[in-house]
């Protein structure tokens, strides 16, 4: 079964596809390269900008839309080998070690921030890894000591909180995945101005997302704003 959908996002012919790397993340929109055949399910080498990571290819649960290209996190080059995959899944365990590892040594440290993601690509002997926070943070001794863990050198990213639910993924309370792991390409601006228009309960608990934020579908249900048309007074 294919799993490759031909969409247009500013290149005509660019074909689309979501795969998997981690199943506990949400899938990534990926572009295709040209001539590479895919089937749901299989296994494939994608260039991204951190070097070359192994993947799943998924059937669409979520439909890929023109724009997702605009967002799209690398490029599938290839078929992946058997040992590939197998160097993918020895990879695979020292990013969780180093995941558990950073958490720990954070909370021994009293650093406020919450390890997200670690990647080791193929091709690369660093080891990337994302981190929230409210705030900077020093994180110079724990660079070392992760440096120390895992024997190679540790990049360390800090993202924001609305990048975090992100890249975790997750449900919102209308039951369907977040919209900023599925079609969104940036974050809109929310203001507590547009759960008002909506008449909606002010309550944190009804307007917030994952993150703690106010959700991003009060601005997709906004009837004000650049783009969108202005309210008439009822009659």
């Known amino acids: 079964m294919s799993c490759v959908a031909s969409c247009v996002s500013g290149e005509p012919g660019r074909r689309l596809t979501r795969i998997s790397f981690d199943p506990d993340a949400p899938v990534q929109v990926c572009a295709v390269a040209d001539g590479l055949e895919m089937t749901a399910g299989g296994w494939y080498v994608v260039a991204t900008g951190d070097g ?59 650093l406020a921030l919450r390890p997200v993601t670690a990647v080791l690509p193929l091709d690369r002997d660093v080891l990337f890894m994302t981190f929230a926070a409210e705030e900077r943070v020093d994180f110079r001794e724990l660079l070392r000591d992760l440096g120390r863990r895992t024997r190679r050198r540790v990049e360390l990213r800090q993202i924001g909180v609305r990048d975090q639910a992100r890249t975790s993924g997750g449900w919102g309370p209308c039951g369907r995945t977040l919209c900023c792991a599925t079609f969104m390409t940036r974050f809109n601006s929310v203001t507590i101005r547009m759960a008002k228009a909506q008449n909606l309960s002010l309550s944190p608990s009804r307007i917030s997302g994952m993150c703690g934020r106010l959700m991003c579908c009060l601005a997709h249900e906004a009837t004000e704003g650049p783009g969108r048309p202005k309210r008439e007074p009822p009659a």
């Open 52 to 110: 070359e990571r192994v993947g799943r290819a998924v059937a669409f649960g979520v439909p890929v839309l023109p724009t997702c290209g605009d967002r799209a996190m690398g490029t599938v080059q290839r078929t992946a080998t058997d040992a590939e995959r197998e160097r993918a899944g020895q990879l695979a365990i020292i990013a969780r070690d180093a995941i558990a590892y950073c958490r720990a040594r954070a909370g021994e440290l009293s």
